[in-house]
């Protein structure tokens, strides 16, 4: 028996079984489209899989839509089967691919999309990204009033409402890996290594990495935006008896980037041997851990059991592992506040 949760009126999680929900509940969507859009993230395709399947096994038709808004927008849209999901929950990237679209950010495109909707009878739309795809999924819900439903795949897990996205436990893993790999030449030459990874303005990847990996310290923005972190790591003198350190830093404006903080070391601290590693895309590939899996498997489902609860404009998301619904403009609306206690177990951790 496989379980889940709803939400009730005052936010508490019910138990349901998925076979009760599909069979009691009655829906006016008999057809829905799925489309991945931003950035790729493992654990994609194991939600467009359970979307597909949870669809069909309720009764309804499943059309995937390619290339994201720009594939709505230029009618590439196909007809789903189950045996068109087989054997995908193990791939990264997602099978529907991805593109920006500057057409569906105008309101002539967006009308086009939505003909082009009611050309294949879709009902219902299932958009599987993060902050700005969630954006505009939600102007294009309230513009034509079709309902929408999100999941948030992005390795930065920088949404709100929601304790983890689809994509950040692999990433999180490929990260360390990289820094294991890293630290045994920052050993052997008694090195200062700065590793740049991606989370724009969140720093919950490069945080939550330089615990897993024994990093020495992370620059992330939202401590940057109050203090000079890098002044404070040198006056503190963070190499002590260490023969190596290793710095983990968001990629952020609000960080400068691995590149500027190198360049600022060698400018005023010309004694430390300084070395640059950027992960850059590497952290969006690769096939999906077992609990991105089975979170992307969660999500989709909970997301058919959305709409079968008439929900429009809401976010799937897991809290204290349970399902909960978002909405749209509470997951966007700002970024994640870092925990306290994270900063304390890496300062901690790190002397």
């Known amino acids: 028996m496989i379980f889940c949760c709803i939400v009730d009126e005052n936010n508490v999680p ?71 999901v087989s054997n995908i929950i193990k791939q990264g990237g997602t099978i529907l691919k991805t593109a920006r679209s500057e057409e569906f950010k105008t309101v002539e495109g967006r009308k086009r999309a939505y003909e082009n909707l009611k050309k294949h009878n879709i009902d219902a ?6 902050d700005g795809s969630l954006t505009g999924a939600g102007i294009f819900a309230n513009e034509f009033n079709i309902p929408v439903v999100g999941l948030p795949g992005t390795i930065d897990n920088d949404l709100n409402g929601t304790d983890t996205t689809i994509g950040y436990d692999t990433a999180l893993n490929t990260i360390m890996e990289s820094m294991d790999r890293l630290r045994d030449t920052a050993t052997s030459h008694e090195r200062l290594f700065f590793v740049e990874v991606m989370g724009r303005n969140c720093g919950y990847l490069a945080l939550n990495s330089a615990i897993a990996s024994g990093a020495e310290a992370a620059i992330i923005p939202e401590i940057s935006i109050e203090k000079d972190q890098l002044a404070e790591l040198i006056d503190q003198g963070f190499r002590k008896s260490k023969n190596s350190s290793m710095v983990l830093v968001a990629e952020s404006e609000v960080t400068g980037g691995a590149m500027k903080l190198a360049e600022r070391v060698k400018r005023q601290y010309p004694s430390y041997d300084v070395r640059v590693t950027i992960l850059g895309h590497l952290q969006r590939g ?5 609990e991105d899996r089975i979170l992307a498997s969660r999500m989709g ?51």
Do not use: C, W
């Open 286 to 290: 690769g096939s999906p851990t077992a």
């Open 301 to 351: 489902i909970a997301a058919i059991q959305a709409f079968q609860e008439n929900q429009r404009n809401v976010m799937i998301g897991i809290r204290e592992n349970e399902i909960v619904y978002v909405p749209f403009k509470r997951a966007i609306k700002k970024e994640r506040e870092i925990s306290d206690e994270l900063l304390e177990v890496l300062r901690i951790s790190s002397i």
């Open 125 to 130: 739309l299932v958009v599987i990204g993060g």
């Open 14 to 84: 019910l138990p349901l079984t998925f076979t009760r929900i599909f069979k009691h509940m009655e829906s006016n969507i008999k057809s829905i489209g799925i489309l991945t859009s931003g950035g790729d993230s493992p654990g994609m395709n194991a939600a467009i899989r359970a979307v597909t399947r949870a669809a069909i096994f309720s009764g309804m038709r499943v059309y995937g839509i390619y290339r994201g808004f720009r594939g709505l927008v230029f009618n590439e849209i196909e007809e789903f089967q189950t045996n068109s």
